[in-house]
């Protein structure tokens, strides 16, 4: 069975940076796309970025141009640096490994921007 572990989120200011880290094990990691996803309390689930297995990389209109997705196969995991953080960026961020009708999810780590 997949396991994604997510690390990295905590409390930042508006305008700080934190950067996301998501470790897989049990799977051929080179062989998933990689996706970051969000949920902020009473919202539906939401695309933040995705990187394929290839490298193709894929932003939400909201972070273009502050968020980087990327991947380091030999390591077998996943991050999102974010930076200019926003209060509307808080949210529960979660990692998916997705490759044809499969799809995993980590647990989750919260990320909070405030003053």
């Known amino acids: 069975q997949v396991q994604l572990v997510e690390s990295g989120g905590g409390l930042v200011q508006p305008g700080g940076s934190l950067k996301l880290s998501c470790a897989a094990s049990r799977i051929i990691f080179s062989r998933y796309d990689m996706g970051w996803y969000r949920q902020a309390p009473g919202n539906q689930r939401e695309l933040v970025a995705t990187v394929t297995s290839s490298g193709n990389t894929n932003y939400a209109d909201s972070v273009k141009g502050r968020f980087t997705i990327s991947r380091d196969n030999a390591k077998n995991t996943a991050y999102l640096q974010m930076n200019s953080l926003k209060p509307e960026d808080t949210a529960v961020y979660y990692c998916?490994?997705?490759?044809?009708?499969?799809?995993?999810w980590g647990q989750g780590t919260q990320v909070t921007v405030s003053s």
């Open positions: 998916n490994a997705k490759a044809g009708l499969r799809s995993s």
